[in-house]
């Protein structure tokens, strides 16, 4: 028995759960946010999904914060001493070409991370700065990085280079790198594992929908492509990120509106996709709302408006999710299960009934009254009719249990 911690250091924010393993046992969650930024930080614990400790108070750095994670869990008594935690794992975003697998977190690890921050300006020195805070607070812990483009890592090189000149790729490292690997990976193995199929042979598109989003073709197994590119604004529209367009949009854009190069980049990660569509919001509960608010008899013309503009922009991200479906289908020569997850994946029938309506032609038929029964919250369903080609399958993602697996995995 032992504690292990997974840990997503974003620039501003740590997020952790301690985990007991091999049991697999939630222990607790929390989160410090508002970390550096001048202002009040704040930060809570959750043990059993109720907040049991939530305070505001100043945290300067990254250092700061784990610490204030630590004598958390001895002020509230989830651990006697931080000798039971036995390993940290760490999300990183960007393993570049290097990792096909997590690591174990040496110098050389470490510096490779620092090496690929140019792909990942805003997550890699993140996580640096997480893990070198737990070695610190931690030492002589085992620290393991577990990449969210690993899994992407079995893609044939048709499928990662782009039509840019080769040297892009040699010199430069521009390709198709893909994300959300370790929720591909997760929610495929778990299809397979409930139904019983073998991985040889095996079809599968994992559509990983949350304000982030991305969708993987998983063929025997591994990945043969993802939606995500170099960075994760490449794809379909998500909460804030536009997604894939025509790159001349760039130049364009920069010349009508007397905009930088790194302005735009910024727009198009947090002021684009549902949020720059709509003009309303980047949750799609609120959009969902928004269009109910809007078909009332008594909607006034404000609401229907808004109730437009919110169908336009769910309508554009349906629409280019099932352009990636249908040409995974092509690209596996077919699909036994459509896999939805993450947070509007998991929760949203509403999503999954219009998306699944859309790939009628592909033989997909969903029994609509269990799509939109809400206890089917948190399970595993195949929301599929029995005479459906394809079985739709929801499946909770886990991706810290990934990591406290992994921990465990390479600490033998
Ligand atoms: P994630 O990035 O996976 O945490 O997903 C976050 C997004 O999930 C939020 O921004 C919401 O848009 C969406 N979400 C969460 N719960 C629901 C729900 N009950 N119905 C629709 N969307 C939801």
Not at 248 to 260: D, P, R
């Amino acid at each position: 028995m032992s504690k292990i911690m997974a840990v997503n250091a974003g620039s501003s924010s740590i997020k952790f759960q301690l985990l007991e393993m091999p049991e697999e046992q939630l222990i607790c969650s929390g989160l410090v946010e508002r970390i550096g930024e001048g202002l009040m930080s704040h930060y809570f614990f959750k043990v059993n999904g109720k907040v049991v400790l939530d305070r505001e108070l100043p945290v300067k750095d990254h250092a700061v914060g784990v610490q204030l994670v630590l004598d958390g869990l001895k002020e509230l008594k989830i651990v006697e001493s931080l000798d039971e935690i036995s390993g940290v794992g760490h999300r990183v975003v960007q393993g570049g070409p290097y990792f096909s697998d997590s690591a174990v977190v040496t110098e050389d690890v470490k510096a490779k991370i620092k090496e690929l921050i140019p792909l990942a300006p805003l997550h890699n020195p993140a996580h640096i700065v997480g893990i070198e805070a737990f070695e610190q607070a931690l030492p002589g812990v085992l620290n393991v990085v577990v990449f969210d483009t690993a899994f992407h890592q079995t893609m044939p090189i048709e499928n990662y280079l782009y039509g840019t000149p080769y040297e892009w790729y040699t010199e430069n490292k521009v390709r198709k790198y893909g994300a959300h690997g370790t929720s591909h990976a997760y929610v495929s193995q778990v299809y397979l594992d409930t139904t019983g199929t073998p991985a040889e042979g095996s079809k599968v598109i994992t559509c990983h929908i949350g304000n982030g989003a991305s969708i993987t073709a998983v063929k025997d197994g591994k990945c043969l492509d993802t939606t995500m590119g170099l960075t994760p604004l490449d794809g379909f529209p998500m909460g804030t990120r536009s997604g894939h367009m025509d790159p001349t949009v760039l130049s364009y854009i920069a010349e009508q509106k007397g905009l930088k190069l790194d302005e735009i980049i910024n727009i198009l990660n947090k002021k684009s996709g549902y949020l720059g569509m709509s003009g309303l919001s980047h949750d799609s509960r609120d959009l969902e709302n928004a269009i109910i608010a809007g078909e009332k008899a008594d909607a006034t013309a404000e609401q229907k408006a808004l109730a437009e503009r919110c169908r336009l922009a769910f309508e554009v991200q349906f629409k280019r999710i099932c352009d990636y479906i249908g040409s995974y289908y092509v690209l596996m020569g077919g699909c036994d299960a459509i896999v939805f997850t993450a947070g509007i994946g998991e929760n949203s029938a509403y999503l999954r009934e219009h998306i699944c309506d859309r790939l009628a032609a592909l033989g997909v038929e969903i029994d609509n009254e269990l799509n939109w029964d809400g206890s089917i919250r948190g399970k595993i369903v195949n929301i599929a009719k029995p005479t459906s080609k394809i079985k739709v399958y929801i499946i909770p993602t886990n991706e810290e249990l990934v990591i406290a697996r992994d921990v465990v995995r390479l600490s033998k």
